[in-house]
């Protein structure tokens, strides 16, 4: 026998007082043919919020697992050239259209 389970989830709706030039934002969003409301505009804005919150917390938590390999010396210490030389590289690569790795953005 299949049971089939239906979930009804409540939507709230939110009232949220907007400034005239968020208002005029919006609507030259929904004006550009992309998104057909405003709704979809602010919800794609909230979506890339999350992804970027996401990118935050990697990166803090990259930068405290460095941090703690510095405190057990398992750290390399750079020259100010070495770091000059990385710099010069991934520009260079950037000009030149190369993708960064997954491990550098997370």
Request: hydrophobic share 35%; net charge neutral; aromatic share 6%.
């Amino acid at each position: 026998m299949i049971c089939i389970h239906h979930v009804y989830l409540m939507r709230w709706r939110m009232h949220i007082n907007l400034s005239p030039e968020i208002e005029r934002y919006l609507q030259t969003k929904v004006g550009t043919g992309f998104y057909s409301n405003a709704s979809e505009v602010v919800r794609d804005a909230i979506r890339r919020m999350w992804e970027e919150d996401d990118k935050l917390e990697k990166l803090r938590d990259a930068i405290r697992q460095g941090d703690e390999q510095i405190e057990r010396g398992e750290g390399i210490a750079y020259s100010a050239s070495q770091l000059d030389k990385i710099t010069e590289k991934a520009l260079d690569n950037a000009r030149n259209g190369k993708k960064i790795g997954a491990n550098v953005t997370g």
